[in-house]
């Protein structure tokens, strides 16, 4: 699908987008622009696209809650105003797992299917953005990352995602889910795109104290490291593939070495206690008569009004308010909350480590890309232990990259990059390097008339 | 866990479950719960807690109030009495 009269024909609105803002009107006017536009002119009409849990200024921001529905912010997020600083032109608002709940891209009421077969799920939770960023060509995705919402859909859809250093990129406007793990980044199909938006949006922001004025350093590593935990229990084929890659690494120049990090596997159950004890505290604020769905009936008594309002959360979410609200109970707080903080800390040293000799390399998902019906087949716990790949290094804030290295059964295969802290841009630049030798596949190029 | 111990679990968070939510949730609470136990195999008798990833300053906002131009653009996200929120009983 090449032209924009056949997009058109084709475009379903709802499943790649929640919504669009007014200047969808003026698509494809846009797009007939960017076609005569180079790499070059990136910062002169390039489209941007926001998760929906990232707030726009008088553009609906739901998070894909419909507890937030109707929330219409009067300001923009610190990333988006500066990215339309830098003469990026909003493009709309992309669909996620509510909250950033989820690993699919299943927890929403319209849900994203994955543009290379839409038998397939995108992954999640930035479900939409990994979609938008797989159809239109001239296009940089704002997204988020919690446990790994950045990277999985980015591999299942086949683009590059790009998590960067915790505290790199202000979150002022971001719809918080968990505060100590969120981190804004980006998603594009050329990590050299990545990188020049990443240059543009980071660095301190007075409204954002987390957000920390250090620079990156660009620590080039010819080191491959393969924690054994890692790539063991892989699905047969996953594994078979990864591997191939790995040696095509090694033709290129890189060393390849193998390490052991035994206690690796606890990094799920601390991060998914963190994640739901300050998740259970952040959808405190969703009260039914500000932000968002209102429940008009004054006259009810506090509590139920309240609990009312919560009726509008979606399974997962409620799911995850009960776990959170209990691991943080008074009587249990050690055994759980604080219990995770200390693992995340002994995971950070251990982690540290390594990664002074080198980067830490793994496939994004133990698992091939879900069709949607495989998904239901999962418990909740079951779709948790998928994230193993991408919880450690978002549990400690490390900076990582997720990016195609092959293609099984025409679906993309993603991996994953990890570096120290602040050494953003190495990675970047790795994936670069690899890009010269390894072409991506999209099935869309929505922006290129022929 | 007991029904009694998840009903009141329930109530502090102001969750109101059907009777499908219920049991299904419950059951994986129970299950998820469980899993986060084998944390307690971990030696953490010397660790300090992770508060955040990476050190953040000890710097705080400065607590001034901000000039904000479009006060309607705020107040129109809820109920309104002559500029006061709206609320219910407490």
């Known amino acids: ?450 | 866990m007991e029904d009694k111990e998840f009903n009141r679990l329930l109530k502090i968070c102001r969750i109101k479950l059907n009777e499908n939510e219920y049991s299904s949730i419950k059951n994986d609470v129970e299950e998820i719960i469980n899993y986060f136990d084998s944390l307690k195999s971990v030696k953490t008798d010397e660790t300090t807690e992770a508060f955040h990833p990476i050190l953040i300053p000890e710097k705080t906002a400065e607590d001034i109030p901000e000039e904000f131009d479009d006060i309607p653009a705020i107040l129109k996200n809820t109920k309104t009495y002559r500029f006061y929120v709206v609320g219910p009983e407490l």
């Not at chain 1, 020049?196 to 010819?222: A, F, L, M, Q």
């Not at chain 1, 979606?314 to 903080?341: C, D, I, Q």
Request: with cysteine.
């Open chain 1, 1 to 450: 699908m090449n032209s924009i009269e056949e997009f058109n024909k084709k475009q379903r609105p709802g499943d790649y987008y929640i919504k669009l803002n007014s200047e969808l009107v003026k698509l494809n006017e846009k797009l007939n622009i960017f076609n005569t536009i180079s790499q070059e002119n990136i910062s002169s009409g390039f489209l941007f696209s926001v998760k929906d849990n990232i707030c726009v200024k008088n553009v609906e921001t739901t998070a894909s809650s419909k507890i937030l529905k109707g929330y219409f912010p009067p300001f923009n997020a610190t990333v988006v105003e500066r990215m339309k600083n830098n003469g990026f032109s909003f493009l709309g608002k992309t669909n996620m797992d509510e909250f950033g709940f989820g690993s699919f891209g299943i927890n929403s009421e319209h849900i994203a299917k994955n543009p290379f077969d839409e038998r397939y799920v995108t992954g999640g939770s930035s479900s939409g953005a990994a979609a938008a960023t797989a159809i239109l060509k001239y296009h940089i995705a704002i997204a988020e990352s919690t446990g790994g919402s950045i990277s999985t859909p980015a591999a299942f859809c086949g683009v590059v995602g790009f998590t960067p250093t915790y505290g790199s990129i202000s979150r002022y406007g971001l719809i918080d889910y968990s505060n100590s793990l969120d981190k804004i980044g980006i998603m594009a199909r050329k990590s050299e795109d990545i990188k020049y938006v990443y240059e543009k949006i980071r660095g301190p922001d007075s409204h954002d104290t987390t957000c920390v004025d250090k620079k990156c350093t660009d620590t080039d590593k010819k080191k491959i490291i393969l924690i054994d935990q890692l790539i063991t229990g892989l699905d047969v084929e996953i594994e078979k593939e990864f591997l191939l890659f790995v040696k095509k690494l090694e033709n290129l120049g890189y060393t390849i070495e193998h390490r052991s990090l035994p206690f690796i596997d606890k990094a799920i159950p601390s991060y998914y206690i963190i994640a739901m004890a300050e998740a259970s505290t952040n959808l405190a604020k969703y009260t039914g008569f500000k932000y968002g769905l209102k429940n008009n009936d004054f006259s009810q008594q506090y509590n139920t009004f309240f609990t009312n309002a919560r009726e509008n959360l979606g399974p997962e979410a409620k799911r995850r308010v009960v776990l959170g609200t209990f691991v943080r109970s008074a009587s249990v707080k050690n055994l759980y909350y604080s219990k995770a903080l200390k693992v995340r800390s002994l995971l950070i040293n251990e982690l540290n480590k390594i990664l002074a000799d080198g980067f830490i390399l793994s496939p994004v998902m133990p698992i091939k890309t879900p069709r949607f019906e495989d998904t239901n087949k999962l418990s909740p716990l079951e779709v948790y232990k998928t994230d193993m790949l991408t919880i450690p290094p978002n549990l400690c804030g490390f900076p990582h990259i997720s990016f195609p290295y092959s293609y099984l059964h025409g679906m993309p295969l993603g991996a994953q990059l990890v570096t120290k802290h602040w050494n953003d841009t190495a990675i970047i630049d790795f994936v670069s390097k690899w890009e010269l030798s390894f072409n991506y596949d999209f099935k869309y190029n929505l922006g290129v008339l022929r």
